[in-house]
């Protein structure tokens, strides 16, 4: 009888060990679940929800992969740069806020297995409002319990563009619009086309510019004759007519007849040129190489604008006489490379532009919260850890994904640096066209990629039993309990300024930096210290700060920090024969006024010619006048408005544009009417385009002759959180940088000057005009070949039907408008609009450029 039922149980486990086998067997060779089909979109709801400043959007999830998605054993993380409000989460899962921009989902216990073809959705309440597309999450990838260590990107985010403007609820709050081709219509009408040869031909405005009758005749076989001290000069000529011709140009010092005459003229200002082109020579005088090059930048703008497309054996150079000088001597643009990386081909690009249109300041963000871009030798765990992003949660290999970059290790735009050889480079490429690069080591706050690899430094060194060494460099006090949030939302991105340690860094980074510099033979005033966003909260529980407090009996709170941080930093480079830049705040002091606390400018850094870069002119933000208030108060200043000066601002409010707009909307216009000396001139709307109560100047400073004289130049700015592609960096850029290339460059127009309201608008329109037309007939077609071709922004076309007839114009006449009739988008073979469009029907209308690149598509049915 037992052994009957050994036998039984014998039996039953054997087969119960064979369908064990077959069904390991089984689930081990069973398909994986490809997460690239695991689809994700997102929509806005509702913005003004429940009558508040937040907005109501969805993240869609649509299994489209054959395999199920389990109830459980995963999470999906992804970036997004807004605040959720807790409590707020509807759907089956849990949404956490990590660190940064970065959150995690991770499946409820009534979360329904998601078979093939199967959605999920996620609602959620975020502050503020979603205007376009670049509210959306993004960088959405899956990470499975049992292997949490590895990331699998899913499908690029689909945003769900409204199919309707949709009005808002809330009067004066912002509301979700799209492009209207019937108001663009009537934006564009008082832009009249004005014919080509009535433009002026060189750009920017010089400061003396008279055409006459003469014309020159430019073939490759006319030689440049150079005195000696211009053939670097003569050299970067004879390529860039090579460009054109096919043939390099002959360069020497001396020679007859008809030529192109490079004339050292030493009564000229620095950065002066004269210009003269006859029928028998081009004769450009300069007293130093800058101006020379000057001057043959606006040979090039002379030049037909296709010339670099159509490789002609001669070209005509209408005769011109020009004398010219900078307005500014800082005329910036400043590229953040850390948020999103550019390869050091498109930094060559962008220098390229620059030096076109005679801006010679690239300040260089480098570093960030989010990554380090520079090769610092010594320091190999700056570009190690700083300079990728992939899935971590320990930041211990890298850093984490931000703004969409991604699960993967080394995938553009997250990771990337430049090695020492690259950076020397981009050094050399710039001092010869006469560029300064500002390096800017972003400190004490926005220092995250930094603190993290030099905490993995520490843990290196520490393992192999080296204490004093690895805390050389170390840039937080590992007992700091203090509790803080960033305004990207990080909790652990600002360095402790009361380490000695701290100093040992930036010494070491400032050197070899410096020795890059001399290196590549480029000049070194300045670099740039950050100094902005420091959050409050900082430093409070740190035991060092807390012993230098007590030490030292000219503290007497944590803000003190600040300033004692800053007294350091300026000794460290006026040692090294360098002055101090920064963010604005680098000049404010927090003081109490009435119990209330109130920043002023610090009277005691004012006499240590700090140059700051001011940003916030923010409307109705209270500091519309800080840069004329520092300026008056003897900082040295560069414009940097927010309002005007902003590039990675959208253009416009639609909800296709990308961008950002907390700030403002900058389409070009804005950095060409900026009025430097007087912005509050012509600030008359607010960001959202409503009119700007005269109230908002009332009481504010005004900018006096001593602080005129602070006023040291002017700054476009491309933050690169949006940035993505080296295409999206150039379709944000241009045409913007066009606008502050006039500003900065050319003489203060006589409509910025003219105190008759009615009599300053007409002047501006004018000038506005040939501005357009200048920039649709000749500088952007220049573009579309000019050194390889830049993807610039193509307006909408502006539309309106009228008496059975469809009429078209653009912003920037002279840009190619192209039709269809039979529903199909335009493209480079569709028709050209010249006249009214009489057939009915739907009527798509869109910009074409002169390489086949098309601008958004407008519709309208002409019934």
């Known amino acids: 009888m037992f052994l009957l039922i050994n036998q039984r149980i014998k039996f039953l486990l054997v087969v119960l060990a064979a369908i064990l086998s077959v069904s390991v067997t089984a689930w081990s060779q069973a398909p994986a679940f490809d997460a690239k089909k695991l689809l994700v979109s997102w929509e806005v709801n509702e913005n003004n929800y429940q009558n508040k400043a937040q907005f109501l959007s969805t993240i869609i999830l649509n299994n489209g992969a054959p395999q199920a998605l389990p109830t459980s054993g995963w999470k999906i993380y992804f970036n997004y740069n807004r605040s959720i409000i807790s409590g707020s989460v509807r759907g089956a899962v849990t949404l956490q806020h990590l660190n940064g921009d970065l959150f995690q989902i991770t499946p409820k216990a009534d979360f329904k297995r998601m078979s093939s073809g199967a959605i999920a959705r996620i609602s959620f309440v975020t502050t503020g409002a979603a205007l376009n597309i670049t509210d959306a999450p993004s960088g959405f990838y899956l990470v499975w319990d049992k292997s949490p260590n590895q990331g699998l990107a899913l499908s690029p985010v689909k945003v769900k563009v409204p199919t309707a403007t949709k009005p808002s609820t809330v009067p004066g709050s912002p509301a979700i619009t799209l492009i209207n081709p019937e108001a663009l219509y009537q934006q564009n009408k008082p832009t009249p086309d004005i014919a080509a040869e ?136 400043m590229l953040d490379v850390a948020r999103n990386f550019q390869s050091k081909k498109q930094v060559l690009k962008l220098l390229d532009l620059m030096a076109l249109y005679k801006l010679n300041v690239l300040h260089f963000h480098f570093n960030d919260d989010e990554g380090w871009r520079v090769e610092i030798v010594p320091l190999p765990e700056l570009t190690e850890i700083g300079g990728k992003r992939a899935h971590t949660l320990d930041s211990r290999n890298n850093l984490p994904p931000s703004y969409g970059s991604g699960p993967i290790a080394n995938n553009l735009p997250g990771s990337g640096y430049y090695t020492r050889s690259d950076f020397i480079q981009i050094l050399k490429y710039a001092r010869d066209r006469n560029i300064k690069v500002i390096p800017e080591i972003e400190t004490p706050g926005h220092a995250r990629a930094a603190i993290k690899a030099m905490d993995i430094r520490y843990s290196r060194l520490m393992a192999a039993g080296k204490k004093e060494d690895a805390e050389r460099y170390l840039l937080r006090d590992l007992n700091d309990k203090s509790e803080y949030q960033s305004v990207q939302n990080w909790n652990d991105n600002v360095i402790n300024v009361a380490l000695p340690s701290v100093y040992n860094f930036l010494e070491k980074v400032v050197d070899e930096v410096r020795d890059m510099y001399q290196e590549a033979g480029a000049p070194l005033q300045t670099i740039h210290f950050g100094g ?142 900026f009025i430097p000396y007087n912005y509050y001139k012509n600030t008359k709307k607010d960001k959202f385009g409503n009119p700007l109560p005269k109230s908002v100047f009332a009481g504010k400073e005004r900018l006096t002759d001593f602080g005129k004289n602070n006023i040291v130049g002017i700054q476009g700015l491309l933050w690169a959180e949006t940035i993505i592609t080296p295409e999206r960096m150039e379709y944000m850029i241009l045409p913007k940088l066009l606008g502050l290339a006039e500003r900065a460059w050319s003489p203060d127009p006589d409509w910025a000057v003219e105190k008759d309201t009615v009599k300053s608008e007409a002047l501006y329109q004018q000038a506005w005009a040939r501005f357009a037309n200048i920039l649709g007939k000749r500088e952007l077609p220049r573009l579309d070949y000019y050194s390889g071709g830049y993807q610039y922004r193509l307006p909408p076309v502006g539309a309106v039907v009228q008496n059975g007839q469809v009429s078209a114009n653009i912003q920037l006449p002279g840009l190619t408008i192209r039709y269809t009739t039979d529903g199909t988008d335009p493209t480079f073979r569709s028709r050209i609009y010249r006249e009214p469009i009489t057939e009915t029907g739907t009527v798509k209308l869109r910009a074409v450029s002169r390489t086949g690149r098309g601008g958004k598509v407008v519709t309208l049915e002409n019934k």
């Open 532 to 673: 902005d966003e420091v959050p409050t909260g900082v430093w409070v529980k740190s035991p060092v700060v807390q012993k230098l407090l007590q030490e030292d009996e000219r503290f007497t709170s944590v803000d003190d920090m600040w300033y004692y941080y800053f007294r350091k930093v300026n000794e460290i480079l006026k040692i090294r024969n360098l002055y101090l830049s920064g963010w604005e705040e680098v000049a404010m002091r927090k003081t109490e006024i009435e119990g209330q606390k109130h920043y002023i400018p610090n009277p005691d850094f004012v006499n240590e010619n700090i140059h700051v870069d001011v940003w916030n002119n923010t409307l109705g933000g209270g500091s519309e006048d800080l840069a004329y208030r520092l300026a008056n108060a003897g900082y040295k200043v560069i414009l940097s408005n927010v309002t005007n000066q902003y590039f990675d601002m959208a253009y416009n409010s639609t909800f296709e544009e990308p961008g950002f707009y907390w700030g403002s909307f900058v389409d070009v216009d804005k950095p060409f009417y």
């Open 198 to 333: 009535k433009l002026p031909k060189i750009f920017p405005t010089p400061a003396n510019y008279r055409e006459t009758e003469a014309s020159f005749a430019l073939t490759a076989d006319i030689p440049i004759i150079t005195a000696t001290d211009y053939y670097p000069e003569a050299e970067m000529l004879a390529e860039d007519l090579a460009a054109i011709f096919g043939k390099k140009t002959e360069f020497k010092n001396t020679g007859s007849g008809k030529a192109i005459r490079l004339v050292k003229k030493e009564d000229l200002a620095p950065e002066a040129y004269d210009l003269r082109v006859t029928s028998q020579e081009i004769v450009i005088n300069a007293s130093t190489p800058a101006g020379m090059f000057y001057g043959m930048q606006s040979l090039k703008t002379l030049l037909p604008a296709n010339a670099w497309e159509l490789r002609p054996k001669s070209v005509t150079i209408p005769g011109v006489e020009v004398s010219d000088y900078p307005r500014f001597d800082h005329r910036a643009v």
